[in-house]
């Protein structure tokens, strides 16, 4: 009889056990955050109106970038975790930084002929490129600042693009247009296809796939089979999420968290 009321009392355990089971918090960071972003190396880097902040999976705070930039950070790439490269659009300049997040250089962007940058993303042909929206052209630069590629986009765009993000791997280029979805380019820089998708503003660009949220799912889009889109439910659909590794991540404006399911 008794091992009976424990086999009971087991089963009326399990759901609580399985809820349990479905996402544990390891650590959480109150924090303003405009952008979140992710490295190779599994650090997570926070934006906010004071700087660039890095911390690793267990939230701890490992360094900083406060220098004072007129406008604020418009944008992070972190694709090369030793090159980091920080962008100011109020003062066309990129700051590329080291794994530390201490200033190794300062690019003047007019310096390299560009009359209007609103983009820029490593490139993983050890340079960077920038997006002019006053010519519509995609620049690659080495780090030398020697200009080594050029493309015209003006086919492939319309007179609404608002280029919102740019990121490269090893085979495309994507460029988000806000409100409206992915264009993508090779490696080359040639067009290939465009994706369409309002919640795509802000993605995460793997080696092989581009992965944005979508109302309560995260969404994995292959550049390779574009038709192919595989998506997975996120538990927190009030946060932004992204999983990397066996870790989920949720931010907000307020902060972020690491969870495990």
Same mark, same amino acid.
């Given at each position: 009889?008794?091992?009976?009321?424990?086999?009971?009392?087991?089963?009326?355990?399990?759901?609580?056990?399985?809820?349990?089971?479905?996402?544990?918090?390891?650590?959480?960071?109150?924090?303003?955050?405009?952008?979140?972003?992710?490295?190779?190396?599994?650090?997570?880097?926070?934006?906010?109106?004071?700087?660039?902040?890095?911390?690793?999976?267990?939230?701890?705070?490992?360094?900083?970038?406060?220098?004072?930039?007129?406008?604020?950070? =418009?944008? $992070?790439?972190? /694709?090369?975790?030793?090159?980091?490269? @920080? #962008?100011?659009? +109020?003062? !066309?300049?990129?700051?590329?930084?080291?794994?530390?997040?201490?200033?190794?250089?300062?690019?003047?962007?007019?310096?390299?002929?560009?009359?209007?940058? =609103?983009? $820029?993303?490593? /490139?993983?042909?050890?340079?960077?490129? @920038? #997006?002019?929206? +006053?010519? !519509?052209?995609?620049?690659?630069?080495?780090?030398?600042?020697?200009?080594?590629?050029?493309?015209?986009?003006?086919?492939?765009?319309?007179?609404?693009?608002?280029? $919102?993000?740019?990121?490269?791997?090893?085979?495309?280029?994507?460029?988000?247009?806000?409100?409206?979805?992915?264009?993508?380019?090779?490696?080359?820089?040639?067009?290939?296809?465009?994706?369409?998708?309002?919640?795509?503003?802000?993605?995460?660009?793997?080696?092989?796939?581009?992965?944005?949220?979508?109302?309560?799912?995260?969404?994995?889009?292959?550049?390779?089979?574009?038709?192919?889109?595989?998506?997975?439910?996120?538990?927190?659909?009030?946060?932004?999420?992204?999983?990397?590794?066996?870790?989920?991540?949720?931010?907000?404006?307020?902060?972020?968290?690491?969870?495990?399911?």
């Amino acid at each position: 009889m008794r091992s009976s009321l424990l086999f009971i009392f087991h089963l009326l355990l399990l759901p609580l056990y399985s809820h349990a089971q479905q996402e544990r918090v390891y650590c959480a960071v109150k924090t303003p955050v405009n952008h979140l972003y992710f490295d190779r190396l599994n650090r997570i880097y926070a934006v906010n109106n004071t700087g660039l902040f890095q911390y690793d999976l267990e939230c701890r705070q490992i360094n900083s970038f406060t220098q004072r930039i007129t406008g604020g950070i =418009t944008s $992070v790439d972190v /694709s090369n975790p030793l090159k980091i490269l @920080v #962008f100011s659009r +109020a003062e !066309q300049t990129i700051y590329l930084l080291n794994d530390q997040l201490h200033v190794q250089s300062t690019i003047v962007l007019s310096d390299l002929g560009i009359l209007l940058a =609103t983009l $820029v993303c490593n /490139s993983r042909n050890d340079g960077f490129r @920038v #997006f002019d929206q +006053a010519t !519509q052209k995609l620049f690659r630069f080495d780090y030398s600042l020697n200009r080594i590629q050029e493309n015209d986009l003006r086919a492939a765009l319309n007179d609404s693009f608002e280029p $919102v993000m740019m990121a490269e791997n090893e085979k495309i280029i994507a460029i988000s247009n806000r409100g409206s979805g992915i264009l993508v380019l090779d490696r080359f820089g040639n067009y290939m296809q465009s994706y369409s998708a309002e919640n795509a503003d802000h993605f995460y660009l793997t080696d092989s796939e581009i992965v944005f949220t979508k109302d309560d799912k995260l969404v994995y889009l292959s550049p390779d089979k574009f038709n192919t889109i595989i998506s997975e439910q996120i538990d927190n659909h009030q946060q932004t999420a992204i999983k990397l590794n066996n870790r989920w991540i949720y931010y907000d404006s307020t902060g972020f968290s690491v969870s495990e399911k």
